[in-house]
């Protein structure tokens, strides 16, 4: 339905467009998910043009953990406030109390607490009645099953053995009280699609994304970047200072760095073309144990 | 300096490269165990869309999962679900992204048991091409008549027969032409304009997807790949005729009035003459706007703001077509549906109706009947049960406007939602309106009220009409 000019990209860019819209519609609360990572990046701009020359009709979530790149926080109050968009910073009280830690605890727990709880908390505070997420079907194996449109019942779970049909471009977004539907107007995007369609937009990302000096240790494997006075740095470790670049942002503690010289958009994704590493590597979260992603979508994880 | 230079046009040409990639969604069915995620992983692996960790996770899977022994079970690339590691089989439709330099392609990996028959439809409803799957070893199978005629049913215009195993038959040609006839045969009954191709496969070893050993020195056509590469693709959406939907009132203060919509099919032009359906009003387009810009003209598939000349009271789910179009609004349809819930449908149900952004509600008046998919027989019945397809004559709540299935996959469909349940029950596809003429606006009519609407809004600016 979306074939223009036989050019993959402008189809993709119409399918979204048309997502972001028919949720408008469909739903009386919708809110976006907003991660300042690239996808969210993209889902804002092409939420933007959906709404062209009005403004985006409904306000940004931000789940904050409190473990973000100050740099994150940075870009996302200026994004915000260029774009007059009402953004909406929700944070998971209980998780603060506890006194979570993502270097005591276990990833699971926090994870759970933070962003799990902290999201559906949310949802329940301000009775949205659908959220948009930037997901991407080819990032993981268990979000390869999810719809467009995304059932959650009344305790945020998702049922992977009982998801709607999803028929031609049209979505149901029928719901009781209570339940609510994520929407992932990305979903059949690639890696490779969003760098593109960042580099062809001109579209603002995070400077974390691009290689710098920076300091890092290296923690079994993981190269991770010192953000705050926040690490708890063991006898052994050494913090050097390294050409590095981030393939995927989160949380600093759990998100590793990757060695890089790509300054520019252009040399990222040619690093990107070459590299021999698929993207979420860079995630401690995806690697807990088997099927991660799953047991915590069940659970309500975006 | 040079090398900079290089670097950048280097660039160039990879971006030239992607801006003229074109994308195809397909679908792969067929019966259980006949290899369909195994030909998926192969693909992925043979083109190299596979990262090194993602396989040495999946060297790690297959020694614990593995139904291949020692060698590496590409099956579980795409079984994500815990249940399907568990008992091997896919459970839902999984989509997989992988793209050569010439297109992109999206891969609907859809449930070869019964029971999901609707996963498949749901996969095979916005895809233009279809991946059959036969294991040779058992040759044409309930399922294989099942997921073809479900392909066809939904529009699918080509579809690939990959008979797979053939290592297991030694390569022999003879078992290949066997079932090549007994599918042609089968494919008779369906006319219309389906291409049908057949390529003699192993997922295994990796025959004749990607690469050829020539382990089948009789076979001279194209590998898989290559006929997924070389596939025409058009619009799916054949009518040459204006269809646009309205998705979405943009109104962001009193100045500006547009409705937003994905151009279903034909052009639209700045000055275009058009109608709007269900009220029957003619007006002509003032502007197109785009991100950031107004554009002079539209093609299908292009996701924009239509402002009209006059101010006319328009709402989400009208329709705006070619002023001269004969199209005629409608209360009553038949539609073949395919039935997608564990209670069945009988005479007299009513649901929720959702078709190109309108929702309202429908009555089923009568059922047809069913079609026996062994046969493709039709047969009487008065109910339609889980997994079921039949022919149905429903009457809506109020005007709606249609093509038939075959003209516009997307003017011509609809979903069916339970009223208590709020679940997609079915999936229906128009065969034919049927227009009732007594909701018609006569032309008369017609002109006469849009006289009196410029009057009121001439004379009496005070009361807001629009």
Redesign the interface.
């Given at each position: 339905m979306f074939k223009r000019n036989n050019n993959h990209l402008n189809q993709l860019e119409s399918e979204s467009i048309y997502i972001i819209r028919e949720a408008m519609s469909d739903f009386e609360n919708p809110v976006m998910l907003y991660s300042i990572g690239k996808d969210s990046s993209v889902m804002l701009h092409l939420a933007k043009k959906a709404f062209y020359p009005g403004r985006i009709p409904f306000p940004l979530l931000h789940i904050d953990t409190g473990w973000k790149f100050k740099e994150m926080y940075l870009f996302r109050d200026r994004i915000v406030k260029s774009s007059k968009i009402n953004l909406i910073i929700h944070s998971n009280k209980k998780g603060k109390l506890l006194g979570l830690n993502p270097f005591l605890h276990s990833i699971d727990k926090y994870t759970d607490v933070m962003k799990t709880e902290g999201l559906k908390d949310a949802i329940n505070k301000y009775q949205f009645d659908s959220a948009f997420g930037g997901a991407r079907r080819d990032e993981e194996k268990s979000r390869s099953k999810e719809r467009i449109y995304s059932f959650r019942d009344s305790f945020n779970q998702w049922n992977p053995k009982k998801q709607r049909p999803e028929l031609w471009w049209n979505y149901n977004g029928q719901i009781n009280k209570g339940e609510n539907i994520r929407v992932f107007p990305l979903s059949n995007w690639t890696e490779i699609d969003i760098w593109q369609y960042i580099f062809l937009e001109n579209i603002e990302i995070v400077s974390l994304y691009f290689a710098d000096m920076r300091p890092v240790l290296n923690r079994k494997g993981m190269l991770l970047m010192i953000n705050d006075n926040r690490i708890n740095i063991q006898p052994d470790e050494i913090i050097e200072k390294k050409m590095v670049r981030f393939r995927t942002l989160g949380c600093w503690p759990l998100t590793s760095a990757v060695e890089s010289k790509a300054v520019s958009l252009m040399e990222i994704i040619e690093e990107i073309l070459v590299t021999k590493k698929s993207e979420r590597t860079g995630r401690a979260i995806d690697y807990d144990h088997k099927n991660s992603m799953e047991f915590k979508k069940k659970k309500g994880y975006f | 300096m040079n090398t900079i230079i290089s670097?950048?046009e280097k660039?160039k040409n990879?971006?030239n490269i992607?801006?003229?990639?074109?994308?195809l969604k397909l679908l792969t069915c067929g019966s259980v165990d006949d290899g369909k995620s195994t030909l998926i992983g192969r693909l992925l692996h043979d083109t190299q869309q596979i990262?090194?960790?993602?396989l040495t996770l999946l060297k790690d899977d297959s020694k614990r999962h593995g139904t291949q022994g020692d060698v590496i079970d590409f099956a579980l690339l795409?079984d994500?679900?815990?249940?399907e590691?568990e008992q091997g089989i896919t459970?839902?439709?999984?989509?997989?992204?992988f793209?050569t330099n010439k297109r992109?392609f999206?891969v609907a990996d859809t449930p070869g048991h019964k029971q999901y028959t609707?996963?498949m439809?749901?996969g095979a409803?916005?895809c233009e091409a279809s991946i059959l799957l036969v294991d040779v070893t058992k040759g044409l199978l309930e399922q294989t008549y099942r997921h073809s005629f479900i392909s066809i049913l939904l529009g699918i215009k080509y579809l690939i027969v990959a008979v797979n195993k053939m290592d297991l038959v030694n390569y022999k040609e003879k078992i290949f032409i066997d079932i090549k006839n007994k599918f042609l045969d089968f494919a008779k009954q369906f006319n219309n304009d389906l291409k049908i191709f057949f390529v003699p496969i192993s997922a295994l070893v990796g025959e004749n997807i990607v690469f050829k050993n020539n382990f089948m020195p009789w076979y001279n056509g194209h590998t898989l790949l290559k006929i997924l590469e070389t596939i025409n693709?058009?619009?799916?959406?054949n009518l040459k005729e204006m269809r646009f939907p309205v998705?979405?009132i943009?109104?962001?203060n009193s100045e500006?009035r547009?409705y937003?919509?994905?151009l279903?099919s034909g052009d639209v032009y700045v000055g275009q003459k058009v109608k709007i359906l269900p009220i029957n009003i003619n007006s002509f387009i003032s502007r197109i706007?785009?991100?950031?810009e107004d554009i002079q003209k539209s093609?299908?598939?292009?996701?924009i703001?239509i402002v009209l000349k006059d101010e006319i009271d328009i709402s989400?789910g009208d329709l705006f077509v070619n002023f001269d179009s004969p199209l005629k609004p409608c209360q009553e349809a038949i539609v073949d549906v395919v039935w997608?819930s564990e209670n069945n449908l009988f005479k007299g149900q009513a649901f929720?109706v959702?078709?190109s952004?309108k929702k309202t509600r429908v009555r089923i008046k009568e059922i047809l009947y069913k079609i026996e998919i062994n046969t493709l027989t039709p047969n009487n019945t008065d109910s339609l049960s889980l997994n079921s397809i039949g022919r149905i004559k429903v009457e809506f709540n109020e005007l709606m406007m249609f093509d038939s299935y075959k003209k516009n996959?997307?003017t011509g469909?609809?979903?069916f939602?339970d009223l208590l349940s709020?679940?997609?029950v079915g999936?229906g596809m128009i065969v034919e309106n049927i227009s009732n003429k007594k909701n018609m606006f006569s032309e008369h009519q017609q002109s006469f009220e849009k006289d009196l609407y410029s009057l009121i809004r001439q004379y009496f600016p005070h009361w807001k009409i629009r």
């Open positions: - | 670097k950048k660039f990879w971006l992607q801006q003229k990639k074109t994308l990262y090194d960790d993602q795409v994500g679900l815990h249940d590691r459970i839902d439709v999984a989509y997989r992204y793209s992109k999206i609707c996963n439809v749901t409803s916005t693709i058009k619009n799916t959406e998705q979405y943009n109104r962001p500006f547009g937003s919509g994905t279903v706007v785009v991100f950031n093609e299908s598939g292009q996701s703001t989400r997608m929720y959702k078709s952004n996959r997307i469909s609809m979903i939602i709020n679940l997609t999936a």
